[in-house]
Each structure stands twice: as structure tokens, then as C-alpha cells.
């Protein structure tokens, strides 16, 4: 069965400071999707990326970075210069090509993410 | 302009009194599903629709109902809520595998009360 695993409950870090928040997966499917999505208290999941497993390019976008180890299984997620605006709650997140047509995630318990000025 | 839509943004409900909500999407994706994500946990899949074709979770309670009259509308029908069925419902889209890019779209979400 799959599983995500955020081990870091909560950060806290000042703003202008980097960070990384921590993912690791399991799956037997050998084809599967990786996800972080960001959840800000208005409640909203919002999409910040997709990774394939066969596509380990690590990716840029911004002050946003993903680094994909097939490896390790694990898919961290790294903030530079950090902003008071992305203060919310992260979560990595799992979709397996076994599951269907459909894109049924398999969530970690997320990771709360608080940036003071 | 927000792409799924839920309604209401916060229910309040007596216990065992049934509520409905709803979501509406205009990007036309085959599936819609419903989250179900308590205080301080990750989100959990309640079932999801591909098209007309209904898929229940196996751990999702009886209580828990879905309707999809149409592609842009899905409801989540909960017949007697609990007090253990508050939380926050989401709803989300996405297109069929094979079809690009595959995230799913979340609404805001349902804050659900039961008094």
C-alpha cells in the first residue's frame, strides 16, 4: 500500500531564511505521480508541482524547489528566501498509476510552516 | 476566477440532521472527488466519480452519500452526521490519466459543524 511520510510536524524559521520540508514515499508501483500542494488558512489546497517517477529532474520555479530522489523515495521541497506569505501547511502527496484513470492522492499529515517577520 | 466552487464555505448542522454540500466545476474534468480532512490531518478520500461511474472508498461510512447529476455539479450527502463528522470537506478535479497533466484542482472547501 502506499504512504507518505512529512516526519517535521512544525517549522519555524525567520523571513529571508531558506527551508526545506521533507517528504518520503512508498509505493510498489513502479509509475507514479509525486505532488506538493499548499494549503494556506483559508483552507484551499493549491497546486505547486507534479513529478512523474520516471522524470528525476530536480525543478526551479522562484524561490521554489523540488529535489527528486528515486533513491531515497523521497521528494523535498526546498523555499528560498522565505516569505511571510508562505506561512500554511504543506503536504506531499502520492497518486499511483495502479489506481485508475483517476488521480486518487494518498496524503502525508503535512507540514505547518510558519515564517515570522 | 476559482474553478471549483463548494457551497457553502462553513455548514452548521444538528446531529442527525441529514446536510448536503455541494461543489461545481468549470474545467469540464471527468473526475470529482470528495476529501474529507479533519483538524491538524491530512486530507482522506471519500469516493470519487469518473464520469457517471461511482467509486467508494473502502473505510467510507454508509453515512457518507454522493450524487453527480451532471460533468459540473457534485454533491456529498451526509444522511445522520455525528459530532466525529466535523471537518472540512473538499472537493477536487482532475482530468483521466493518459489525457496531460493529471493534478488535481481543490475548491475552498466545506468547513462542516455539527451541534
Known amino acids: 500500500a502506499q504512504k507518505v511520510t512529512q516526519a517535521q510536524t512544525e517549522i519555524s524559521v525567520v523571513e529571508k531564511e531558506d527551508v526545506t520540508l521533507d517528504c518520503v514515499y512508498e509505493?510498489?508501483?513502479?509509475?507514479?505521480?509525486l505532488f506538493w500542494y499548499k494549503q494556506p488558512p483559508s483552507g484551499e489546497l493549491v497546486f505547486l508541482i507534479r513529478r512523474n517517477s520516471f522524470d528525476e529532474q530536480n525543478e526551479i520555479s522562484g524561490r521554489y524547489s523540488w529535489n527528486f530522489q528515486k533513491s531515497t523515495s523521497s521528494f523535498n521541497f526546498t523555499i528560498t528566501a522565505s516569505q511571510v506569505v508562505d506561512s500554511a501547511v504543506y503536504f506531499c502527496?502520492?497518486?499511483?498509476?495502479?489506481?485508475?484513470?483517476?488521480?486518487?492522492?494518498?496524503f502525508g499529515k503535512g507540514i505547518t510552516l510558519s515564517v515570522r517577520p | 476566477d476559482a474553478m471549483v466552487i463548494q457551497n457553502p464555505r462553513y455548514q452548521v448542522t444538528q446531529f442527525g440532521k441529514p446536510v448536503t454540500l455541494s461543489c461545481s466545476q468549470t474545467?469540464?474534468?471527468?473526475?470529482m472527488y470528495w476529501y474529507q480532512q479533519k483538524s491538524s490531518q491530512a486530507p482522506k478520500l471519500l469516493f470519487h466519480?469518473?464520469?457517471?461511474?461511482?467509486?467508494n472508498e473502502a473505510d467510507t461510512p454508509d453515512n457518507f452519500q454522493s450524487r453527480r447529476p451532471n460533468t459540473s455539479f457534485c454533491f456529498l450527502d451526509i444522511r445522520s452526521p455525528g459530532l466525529g463528522d466535523a471537518a472540512m470537506y473538499l472537493c477536487?478535479?482532475?482530468?483521466?490519466?493518459?489525457?496531460?497533466?493529471?493534478?488535481?484542482?481543490f475548491g475552498q472547501g466545506t468547513r462542516l459543524t455539527v451541534v
Open positions: 466519480y469518473y464520469d457517471k461511474d461511482f467509486n
Open positions: 477536487a478535479t482532475s482530468r483521466p490519466k493518459g489525457l496531460g497533466s493529471t493534478e488535481a484542482f
Open positions: 509505493t510498489r508501483d513502479t509509475t507514479y505521480y
Open positions: 474545467l469540464n474534468h471527468n473526475v
Open positions: 502527496a502520492l497518486s499511483e498509476e495502479g489506481s485508475g484513470a483517476n488521480s486518487k492522492l494518498t
